[in-house]
């Protein structure tokens, strides 16, 4: 009887865990977009990227590395998947698993592309990888793969 | 002396960044001679009759260009018989990309029944000289005697996940307007898709 409680409940805490680690915002860009404008004294470091980009992939570690060395300092590290496809929350899942990034994840789903891309920037034109780091009013953007230097760099600035 | 160096430097130099910047619409593009997936040789030059071409920037292994695969042969079955054929074009370094290789874009090309030629920018100078930047990426060229002119840079329409949910057919809009001899009404759209990829 025991065994069976035991067994119920950390089946229940398996399946509360999965449960979790699987939940994702899934927004449009109306509804991410506030989140390129805060007008407080945090430094937001958004990253689109998404699971079959080379390059993104790549470059995530970089940003899950700020995100650890900044932790203490208002910097917030926002990862913005444009996955789609089936079963994409599980797969997004298990990748961020797999790759031990901890960094928040919001998965962008607004298939009108250009009704959004120059409203992340003028500057960019829809490639991927993109970055926008910003305070406030100053803001910076890279139309390409970034490095931790580059965004350790570009967050001292800002913070300067 | 020294001054007329620098000042010839500083030209060369500007000259090449606008380069760089590629085709803006108005502007006059230039032929390439490219290899398709058959082997043989082509160039915009070969179409005799066309009145312009849909030059796509794509590649296999990119999910927005897979997205637009069944679309692009869509556009090139209706409008080929129009005169405005879609020539596809693989910008991407299969060293980085293996799944874009030569013998991946024949195997591709093959298994979707492409109606197209699909090209392979080995050197990777077409698409600088055009200013492609990702997957697909659109330019629509109208042809008067040898002048090709950039008509339209941009996105195929405006939805890349859905075909059925796509309410604006940027590429199919442009192509219309042109054979009624408009300007088409939007000339630029931002594309959303991958990196071309290159080494370094």
Redesign the interface.
């Known amino acids: 009887m025991k065994m069976k409680i035991l067994f119920s409940i950390s089946l229940l805490i398996a399946i509360s865990l999965t449960v979790k680690s699987q939940d994702f915002t899934t927004l449009n860009f109306k509804e991410l977009e506030p989140t390129f404008h805060l007008q407080n004294d945090t430094t937001y470091v958004i990253n689109f990227w998404a699971m079959w980009c080379k390059p993104c992939v790549e470059e995530l570690p970089e940003f899950e590395y700020i995100r650890k060395s900044y932790e203490n300092k208002k910097v917030k590290v926002l990862l913005v998947s444009l996955d789609f496809g089936a079963k994409v929350e599980e797969r997004l899942s298990r990748f961020l698993t797999k790759k031990n990034i901890n960094a928040e994840v919001v998965i962008l789903d607004d298939p009108d592309a250009n009704s959004w891309i120059g409203k992340v920037d003028d500057k960019w034109d829809g490639a991927l990888p993109a970055t926008v780091i910003y305070k406030k009013k100053q803001r910076k953007f890279f139309a390409r793969k970034v490095t931790y230097s580059e965004l350790a760099e570009t967050i001292d600035n800002l913070n300067r | 002396m020294m001054k007329k160096i620098l000042f010839l430097s500083f030209l060369l130099i500007s000259a090449v960044a606008i380069h760089a910047q590629g085709y803006k619409v108005g502007d006059s593009a230039t032929d390439f001679k490219l290899k398709n997936i058959d082997g043989k040789h082509i160039s915009l030059a070969d179409y005799k009759d066309a009145k312009g071409f849909v030059v796509i920037f794509t590649c296999n292994?990119?999910?927005y260009a897979v997205a637009y695969e069944d679309r692009i042969i869509d556009i090139d079955k209706k409008y080929k018989k129009k005169g405005f054929p879609v020539i596809a074009i693989n910008p991407n370094d299969p060293a980085?990309?293996p799944g874009d290789s030569f013998e991946g874009m024949q195997k591709r090309a093959k298994e979707k029944a492409f109606t197209f030629p699909y090209l392979f920018d080995a050197k990777q100078e077409v698409y600088k000289n055009f200013g492609a930047?990702?997957t697909p990426h659109v330019y629509i060229l109208s042809k008067n005697g040898k002048d090709l002119k950039v008509e339209y840079i941009?996105?195929i329409d405006?939805?890349?996940?859905?075909a059925s949910?796509v309410s604006t057919k940027?590429v199919e809009d442009a192509i219309n307007s042109l054979l009624m001899n408009k300007k088409p009404e939007v000339t630029y759209?931002?594309?959303?898709?991958?990196?071309?990829?290159t080494k370094g």
Request: glycine share 8%; proline share 4%.
């Open positions: 292994h990119c999910p980085v990309v930047t990702k941009g996105t405006n939805n890349y996940k859905d949910k940027y759209t931002k594309a959303i898709g991958c990196s071309i990829k």
